[in-house]
């Protein structure tokens, strides 16, 4: 069975989007080609934060890892996990009855099957149409005032969506002109965007 590269998996809950709040096993994957300055999970792809070996598991291996009953789904992470071919791993995760969620920029095509998916996109690398088009959420990082309509701009041909929510990048959380931005886009643009949070940051959950 195909091995894949994985930097952590843990039982915790959903701390953003739709889901938030719900019971969740993650499962987070290494490597990541976007490279945003900001990453909240560098220790999956930058040099000096990453581990001196990686662990590898095969989906049977994770399968026995998650198997306790206790969540309501699958959260598949990174890094980048679309950089990996995740057609083995959610096929014996949904075989054995589970409900599988993704977590992407959106950039790379997807292999793989999915309940949920939340397309993230990032600057660097812009999200594939088609991406947009099954995203079941999107969230947007606003990391500066005018980014919020730059990326309504782009991703509203696409998506379909009537979840797309507006996060302040973290560490910005509490600087008015991000947030006074989003709070005026959400005036100006109305459905589908919504105010967002990375509530388990709060709670200091993983
Ligand atoms: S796309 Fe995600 S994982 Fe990759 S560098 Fe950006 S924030 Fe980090």
């Not at 989007?17 to 999956?44: N, Q, Y």
């Not at 709070?183 to 959950?205: C, D, M, S, T, W």
Request: proline fraction near 5%.
């Amino acid at each position: 069975m195909k091995k894949y590269p994985i930097s952590e998996f843990f039982h915790s809950w959903q701390g953003e989007g739709c889901h938030m709040g719900k019971s969740a096993f993650f499962i987070r994957l290494m490597g990541c080609p976007i490279k945003c300055v900001w990453c909240d999970s560098a220790e999956t792809w930058k040099p000096g934060h990453m581990p001196d070996t990686v662990e590898r598991y095969n989906a049977e291996e994770l399968l026995q890892f998650a198997e306790t009953g206790k969540f309501e789904f699958i959260v598949i992470t990174g890094g980048e996990p679309t950089i990996h071919d995740l057609t083995e791993l959610t096929t014996t995760f949904s075989n054995n009855g589970y409900k599988i969620h993704l977590e992407t920029c959106g950039a790379f095509k997807i292999f793989g099957k999915f309940d949920w998916v939340t397309v993230s996109p990032k600057w660097a690398s812009l999200p594939l149409d088609e991406n947009l088009n099954i995203a079941d959420e999107i969230k947007l990082i606003v990391e500066e005032r005018d980014s919020i309509k730059k990326w309504w701009d782009i991703i509203k041909p696409f998506t379909k969506t009537d979840s797309v929510w507006l996060h302040p990048e973290w560490s910005l959380r509490n600087v008015s002109e991000i947030t006074e931005a989003i709070n005026f886009a959400i005036a100006e643009y109305g459905k589908p965007l919504r105010v967002g949070f990375q509530l388990h940051k709060l709670y200091n959950a993983t």
